[in-house]
């Protein structure tokens, strides 16, 4: 089936530091959602993006619309090891029947 | 916790059997959205609700059905299955029927493991 391109495709990273993923795709969205996914469990919702340029954060997390509307980015700050799991970008498309497309995922592993 | 729930938590069953996984969406939703994660893959939707009536279709085998109930609750049903449908089905929900503003939920997963 259709996924989105997501980068990267894993990552390990030290304790107290940031992260960066990204998803692209070639088609127009009109809403972005980020989930983070724990082993065994279902995909929990992070952030929700619905215009353009939009930039949002929760917590230590922020996510941005790409102006383009073809892409998303999610940014971890200071990370810590319960920030370990499995991330999913998911769009939603500008046309038909408006059904989400999620990508490949960014598995995130933290040292401490 | 999010507010779906779905049942069975596992299921191991045999090649060529049949399985039924239940889905409760949140309360006051009115979409449901299935979705099957193969070992380590993305989310492969397969086929969606919307207040009973089939909305949208993915990748959904033939060998799949679903349906949506009176009460909302929704049911997927695998058939004939095959040691390739072994695999972890997720329910979601939203509000609406796919427009602007309509997250998903997920529920916690059926594990399907077929021998």
């Known amino acids: 089936g259709q996924q989105l391109n997501q980068s990267p495709q894993s990552m390990f990273i030290q304790e107290g530091e940031d992260v960066s993923m990204n998803c692209t795709s070639s088609s127009i969205f009109n809403t972005w959602l980020w989930y983070k996914q724990d082993p065994g469990e279902g995909p929990v919702l992070l952030i929700a993006l619905y215009k353009a340029g939009e930039l949002t954060s929760n917590g230590r997390l922020t ?17 810590i090891p319960s920030d370990v799991g499995i991330y999913f970008c998911a769009g939603q498309n500008a046309s038909g029947t408006y059904k989400y497309i999620f990508g ?8 401490a | ?6 049942t069975p938590k596992h299921l191991i069953t045999a090649t060529g059997q049949r399985v039924t996984l239940r889905c409760s969406p949140r309360s006051g939703d009115l979409s449901v959205y299935w979705y099957q994660q193969s070992l ?3 989310l492969q939707f397969l086929i ?4 009973g009536e089939e909305r949208a279709k993915g990748n959904i085998l033939e060998r799949f059905s679903a349906q949506q109930f009176p009460d909302l609750h929704s049911e997927l049903n695998l058939s004939s299955l095959e040691l390739g ?5 997720f329910c ?3 509000v609406g029927q796919g427009m602007s503003y309509n997250e998903q939920f997920f529920g916690p997963g059926t594990r399907l493991t077929v021998l």
């Open chain 1, 63 to 79: 996510a941005q619309f790409g102006i383009t509307r073809k892409d998303s980015f999610l940014n971890i700050s200071a990370s």
């Open chain 1, 104 to 111: 490949t995922g960014t598995r995130l592993k933290v040292l």
């Open chain 2, 1 to 6: 916790d999010s507010g779906v729930t779905q």
């Open chain 2, 40 to 42: 380590d893959q993305g």
């Open chain 2, 48 to 51: 969606q609700y919307y207040n």
């Open chain 2, 85 to 89: 449908d072994s695999a972890l089905y």
């Open chain 2, 92 to 94: 979601a929900s939203s």
